[in-house]
């Protein structure tokens, strides 16, 4: 088992930056970030491998989010910058994935609670 809580998220205007934690009871080989807007499927967003530090990102999110972790805190980020209205969603930490590339909500099965992040034009 793996508990993963998500802090951080918030409201922002657009251009804005936010910087999400996830709190890991421990690693997993493939961890990231996923959001889900209302009425969306949720999407990967960020991965990485936690041993190697290989990452992907979706591309409608590169060059704007980093996706880092800190191992003497097992804890896993999102930095968000140059944020867009249409990245407004609950964002999800996700552990125990299969695939570090084009994730889907399948491929990972721990999931935190959720942050909202609400971007506003």
């Known amino acids: 088992q793996v508990q993963l809580v998500e802090s951080g998220g918030g409201s922002v205007q657009a251009g804005g930056s936010l910087r999400l934690s996830c709190a890991a009871s421990r690693y997993t080989r493939y961890m990231g970030w996923f959001r889900q807007a209302p009425g969306k499927e949720r999407e990967g967003v960020a991965t990485i491998t936690t041993g190697g530090g290989s990452t992907y990102y979706a591309d409608s999110v590169k060059g704007r989010f980093t996706i880092s972790q800190d191992n003497a805190k097992n804890t896993l980020y999102l930095q968000m910058n140059s944020l867009k209205p249409e990245d407004t969603a609950m964002y999800y930490c996700?552990?125990?994935?299969?695939?570090?590339?084009?994730?889907?909500?399948?491929?990972?099965?721990?999931w935190g609670q959720g942050t909202q992040v609400t971007v506003s034009s």
């Open positions: 996700a552990a125990g994935g299969l695939v570090l590339e084009a994730p889907t909500e399948t491929d990972f099965g721990y």
